[in-house]
């Protein structure tokens, strides 16, 4: 029953994370949801200070500067990686000066160590409701608003152009990554908080290229990483937020690695079999372009001796990426 | 300068500037488009054209000047409402192989701005989506994936799902840039028709390429280096 609750709540943080970071990346607003991580921390080191509820004060602090961010992108004329990157600086700034400042009673509370390095006993029952909370109002939102929400996921200018208030959709998402930013950020850490949000999504994009999947995957493997992050932890001793972004780390290279051996053996399966998804088409040097419908690649792979060729390309390549990893 | 009612499109000394760059991409820019006319857009590569449609439509803001689309200022929090009466086809509009919407769920998202999950699509959809699938050939593709289909074909696609959110005004952006002669013939017509059927609607479309439209164009802008070298009404 002890475990129950931190089990719970990794579980939890980690679905959530994997599922609103799968439209962080699709809405193409990583660098503003990176700020708010950041906007978060800064939020917490001011509250620990001045002795406010750092729960509370850290969601009000990340809902206001989502809120700042998702005006000030919309309204100013200079590029919003820049407008990201200066507030980046500036609040992580102010959690460090604010650290720095404050008295040595804070510097030596358990709850400093919670907001860098995170905590398996930040996590209560309170925490877990408000992310269920969070989870279950984000997923209404998404029913209720999944025309817009599809078309933004299709094509973003597009649907600017039709008049869907993308701006508007871009910044609720923004609000609901902040409050969850906030109430998991003693789990994992402050520094750490964001590795939830993205390596759990970047695997997914290497493991599928089909949307739906990714949606799916992305969830999952958030909380398998923080289910596992939390045993590690608890096994060896380790703060848990650096054993999940660690984990997280690790699955995003092995599927990274399955993604190019998976691009490896359809090529090559391809070649041996002229019905196969791609074709064979010129002979140079030993060497053979591929066209490959699946991945999207045009690469170059060792001629098996039998191999049937023919000659010039389909048209499509002309639209692929051309990716010579083997070359 | 208050907007004149029954302009679909004016620009008043608009120059837009990207972000980054030197000089502005296009210059101290004037124009009116009233509605009901077919208006084409030509010029070289590079000249702006896409710049200009853009700003029409309001995703560009003018660093000077201003732009009105239906009479309302593009600077305007409105534009999103005024943006419901309009349909756009980009010119870079293909998606890759791995993109899972069927064709006709994008068709469907053309009519996404002004519903939640619980509103029924309109009673003319489904006739409609019929009428356009068919003349331009796409009807036997609907269901399947957009990504799989070839450049022309996703191009039809999107041009159905300009045409069923029944806009008054429709943007095309080189619109038979993947196309074939017969195909460019038929959407051509679609437009042509179009217009002449929904009273009042205007079409403005960007080519470089396509000589046939400017039979039946009304206004054709020719603009150059960022700037409209000239202007020249038909009707």
Known sequence: ?327 | MQPIRGEAVRLENVWITYSGAGKPAIRNINLSIPFGVLTLIRGPNGAGKTTLIETCLGLLKPIKGNAYLLGVNTKDERIFEVRRKCSYVPQDFMKPPYEHYTAKKVIEMGLSSNRVITDPLPDYFQYELEFYAKELDVLSLLEKPIGILSGGQQQKVFIVRALIRRPKLLFLDEPFSSLDKESREKVTEIVVNYIKKHRGSSAIIVSHSFSKIEEYADIIVTINDGVITDIRFQR
């Open chain 1, 1 to 327: 029953m002890l475990l129950m609750i931190p089990l719970l709540g990794a579980l939890l943080s980690g679905f959530i994370c994997g599922m609103l970071g799968y439209y962080v990346q699709r809405y193409g607003v990583t660098t503003l949801s990176f700020t708010i991580a950041h906007s978060a921390l800064a939020g917490a080191a001011i509250s620990l200070v001045l002795g406010f509820n750092t729960t509370l004060f850290t969601l009000f602090f990340a809902v206001a500067s989502a809120l700042l961010i998702g005006y000030l992108t919309s309204k100013s004329p200079i590029r919003r990686e820049l407008i990201c990157m200066g507030l980046f600086s500036l609040l992580n700034a102010v959690a460090i000066l604010m650290l720095y400042m404050s008295s040595t009673n804070v510097l030596s509370t358990v709850q400093l160590s919670t907001i860098l390095w995170g905590s398996v006993l930040a996590i209560t029952c309170e925490k877990i409701i408000a992310i269920v909370t969070i989870a279950a109002t984000f997923l209404v939102y998404a029913v209720i608003f999944k025309p817009q929400i599809d078309a933004i996921l299709f094509d973003q200018k597009l649907a600017e152009a039709e008049g869907v208030n993308v701006k508007l959709h871009s910044t609720i998402l923004l609000l609901f990554v902040g409050s969850a930013i906030a109430i998991i950020l003693r789990i994992t850490g402050g520094f750490l908080v964001f590795s939830l949000l993205y390596n759990p999504v970047a695997s997914a994009l290497l493991l599928s290229k089909r949307a739906n999947i990714q949606q799916l995957i992305s969830p999952i493997l958030g909380s398998s990483v923080a289910i596992a992050g939390l045993f590690a932890s608890f096994m060896y001793n380790l703060p848990v937020g650096a054993s999940i972004a660690l984990l997280s780390s690790v699955t995003l290279l092995l599927s990274y690695v399955s993604r190019v051996t998976i691009n490896y053996m359809l090529a090559q399966r391809s070649v041996r079999s002229k019905e196969g998804i791609g074709e064979a088409f010129t002979v140079h040097l030993n060497r053979v372009l591929i066209y490959q419908n699946v991945s999207d690649t045009v690469r170059f792979i060792t001629v098996p001796a039998e191999l049937p060729t023919g000659t010039g390309l389909p048209s499509e390549t002309q639209r692929s990426p051309i990716n010579l990893l083997d070359s």
